[in-house]
């Protein structure tokens, strides 16, 4: 099994979904990926279409949403471009992690028990990610980042 991630930009139900991966989507195995520390909508939107591009296990939102569950708060990492007033039209990029509140995304667990410890946070609500039941369709090929074994009967 892969450790799955979408991408998105904003947070919340009306977000915009850029895409997703099956496998190595945490934030310690994408820590030297430049859209983790974007501070700008255009470079981080540029850096996750390369990224996806470079994999063969990533799914666009024209091949629809390749989860069996409806939203991000079952898939292992979620990752949103934040912009932020505050920072003078700066932004930065959060990730949660199944569910659970958001976190700087460069601020991630480095360890079994950090990891426990974010998923021990309290999950958010459905309101937190747009619903994607209206766009499934499930992967079963490498982009699902499930393994099927198979078993061959010998006479």
């Not at 667990?109 to 974010?118: L, M």
């Not at 946070?121 to 499934?136: E, H, I, N, V, Y």
């Amino acid at each position: 099994m892969g450790t799955r991630a979408d991408f998105y930009v904003g947070r919340g139900p009306e977000s915009e979904w850029l895409g997703s991966v099956a496998y190595d989507g945490d934030p310690g195995s994408n820590a030297e990926e430049p859209m983790l520390a974007a501070v700008e909508e255009a470079a981080y939107r540029q850096h996750v279409a390369a990224f996806l591009a470079s994999r063969d296990d990533a799914t666009l939102p024209e091949q629809g949403w390749p989860w069996p569950w409806e939203d991000s708060r079952t898939t292992d990492c979620a990752y949103a471009f934040v912009a932020s007033d505050i920072l003078q039209g700066a932004g930065k990029v959060m990730a949660s992690v199944f569910g659970c509140q958001w976190f700087d995304a460069l601020d991630f667990p480095e360890t079994d028990e950090e990891w426990e410890a974010r998923d021990a946070l309290p999950k958010m609500g459905a309101s937190a990610f747009p619903d994607m039941t209206d766009r499934q369709n499930v992967a079963f090929d490498k982009r699902s980042g499930a393994i099927f074994l198979a078993r061959k009967e010998t006479p």
